[in-house]
């Protein structure tokens, strides 16, 4: 039988195959540490479950497949998958990274990694040509999200992978707001992918987790050895959550996109909303980028609310159906404050020199019916 190519098949079936011993369809939950070997060194392919566990093959099979290769790891978190991508650097080696970044990797990269000897410099790469301006001659990475986060930025995948192969240095994309149904980094040049899984590929905020994907073997085996040496793994259980997520991945993401689209135009043409940042918008600055490297664009909005801190912090005391908290990418719609949340870890002048106005809001929009939440969000907006 060929083997299936479609994203919708693939995220039912790929990495899965009946239980040998009892015929179960879903892949078990391993809960084991170690593994019993017939002879000394002659196992069946399974020794220690920091190293490997049947699990999380299964979900690491699986999300490789979504993202159109054979290599790929799962790991704890998305911070775990970030921090041992880093160890495969060294002391004076230098990262370009865009300027607009989640804030547990501004935090990783600038109170942590720093501390050890790597440089970093943050660019807005919206305006690829400050690639050579900011290249060194340690530069030996280049760290994008696309969208960004929260200001939805778009920064053009394959022309970011030619300059680092062509300078000589690994290209990275945070796939995180996408997901391997809506933008596929990997096959637009990019040397690594990552997620953090705990966003739309676990989607039910139930798991905590993270994904490095990569076409290359040669830094399929370096990652891989950082991470046994890290111990950077997730559990059986964590992965069996996961994997049960992507086989929903693709009808979740087509939900999400209706969703936001609607309550993006919606804002749009609201009189207490001063901006909305939408990629699906003709009115986002990098809409036709966005058109050509993404299938669609996604379920995440972010909005400036006129009246500023204040007035955004009565709206987001006053919703009912979203709800307050941090993190995305869930089938339930949250709402949140970067300036106080996600962000507070960037200082207020790089926010402010970013564009993360105190008034900014961030929603990841939700599979609820779109008129309840724009009936959610039209409440929560009156005095």
Not at 264 to 274: D, G, I, P, S, T
Not at 282 to 289: A, D, E, F, G, R
Not at 292 to 308: A, C, N, P, T, Y
Not at 343 to 366: E, F, N, Q, Y
Request: glycine share 8%; net charge neutral; charged share 20%.
């Amino acid at each position: 039988m060929k083997s299936p190519e479609k994203f919708e098949t693939l995220a039912i079936h790929a990495g899965q195959s009946p239980d040998p011993t009892t015929g179960a369809i879903m892949t078990p939950i391993y809960q084991t540490s170690t593994y019993w070997q017939e002879s000394p060194g002659k196992h069946k392919g399974y020794e220690y479950s920091r190293t490997d566990n049947p699990t999380r093959a299964a979900l690491e099979a699986n999300l490789a497949a979504l993202e159109g290769t054979k290599y790929g790891l799962s790991f704890a978190s998305g911070c775990a998958a970030m921090t041992t991508i880093m160890m495969g650097y060294q002391a004076g080696d230098h990262i370009i990274c865009c300027d607009d970044v989640y804030g547990g990797t501004y935090r990783l990269f600038t109170k942590v990694l720093s501390k050890f000897g790597l440089e970093f410099s943050f660019v807005d790469l919206t305006d690829l040509s400050k690639l050579d301006r900011h290249k060194k001659k340690q530069t030996k990475l280049v760290w994008i999200e696309t969208p960004t986060n929260p200001l939805l930025k778009i920064i053009d995948i394959k022309q970011v992978a030619q300059w680092a192969k062509k300078n000589g240095c690994h290209s990275l994309v945070d796939n995180t707001f996408m997901s391997p149904y809506l933008q596929n980094p990997l096959a637009l040049g990019a040397d690594y992918v990552l997620h953090s899984t705990t966003k739309y590929i676990g989607g039910h905020s139930d798991v905590v987790g993270g994904f490095i994907g990569t076409t290359s073997e040669e830094l399929f085996k370096l990652v891989k050895f950082n991470q046994n040496n890290l111990g950077a793994i997730p559990g059986p259980m964590d992965c069996f959550l996961s994997l049960r997520s992507t086989k929903t991945l693709a009808i979740r993401m087509e939900r999400h996109c209706d969703n936001a689209k609607i309550i993006a135009n919606w804002l749009n043409e609201h009189k207490q909303v001063e901006k909305v940042i939408y990629p699906g918008l003709s009115s986002h600055p990098q809409h036709q980028l966005a058109s050509e490297q993404m299938k669609d664009f996604g379920g995440m909005i972010s909005f400036v609310i006129r009246g500023g801190l204040e007035k955004a912090r009565q709206t987001l005391e006053k919703v009912k159906i979203f709800s307050l908290a941090e993190s995305l990418g869930g089938v339930e719609s949250l709402i949140e404050l970067p300036a106080i949340m996600t962000h507070a870890s960037i200082p207020a002048d790089i926010r402010k020199s970013l564009g993360i106005d105190d008034g900014l809001i961030r929603i990841s929009v939700g599979l609820e019916h779109h008129e309840d939440l724009v009936a959610d969000l039209d409440q929560a907006f009156r005095e």
